[in-house]
DNA sequence: TGGCTATTTGGCAATATTGCCAAATAGCCA
DNA sequence: TGGCTATTTGGCAATATTGCCAAATAGCCA
């Protein structure tokens, strides 16, 4: 494999690193309803601010959401919206899994 | 947060951690294109056969190939071929990065 | 300026992931 | 059966991730 291409795969697989964790993939999907404060996430999510904060970094250092300032607040949003459609697949293989969990079982 | 979301949301992040390593994106790649055994990822990807065996379990674990005993070989296959199409929005995320970073230094 | 709110950063302990080596397992063939 | 090949499993050290607390930073308003 030529160094081309381990660099490609490096770079997928941070983006796909950064959106494997339940709280980032939370604050992914509210922000497909537009965007949020850190603040919003910090009820919603039960974990200390500091760590949301963390989470959103890890997002925003992949490329997945942008941050603005206004006034004291933090506002977030996706910078790309077809990361929606990336989840119908998610939950196929969703379905996948309990097709063969069921079918193991019917063993 | 009630705990189905929660569940739900701990699921797919375990999708995408199966799928967040260059070895693992590789392989998925590789089957793309039809199943293979594992000595033939062996030689693409430089890592130990005993790694190899060990993504591809953690992939297999994730609901994401399927494997298959043939003589002394094992064979591998996708069960979920839409995880194709998962990847072009992936690659726009690095597009939207390489925007980011050119943005930066234009400052 | 001082105090307040919102957020980020530093540091650290607990936990998870990775990749190797050695050993185990399973099928094939002589 | 014995020896060979292909693959998996166990164990372990090195490294990365997570989440908290405490402290720092930045903007607002009196």
Chains 1, 2 share one sequence.
């Not at 997928?12 to 922000?31: D, G």
């Not at 942008?66 to 969703?94: H, M, T, W």
């Amino acid at each position: 494999m030529d160094s081309a291409r381990k660099n490609h795969l490096e770079a997928r697989a941070n983006i796909l690193k950064a959106l494997a964790h339940p709280s980032r993939l939370y604050i992914v999907e509210e922000l497909q309803q537009g965007e949020r404060c850190v603040c919003d996430f910090a009820e919603q999510i039960g974990a200390d601010i500091s760590t949301i904060s963390k989470h959103l970094s890890v997002l925003k250092q992949a490329g997945i959401v942008a941050d603005e300032k206004r006034g004291n607040q933090v506002f977030y949003r996706l910078r790309v919206p077809c990361i929606l459609n990336f989840f119908g697949c998610v939950e196929s293989v969703l379905e996948e899994q309990a097709k063969q969990h069921s079918a193991l079982l019917s063993r």
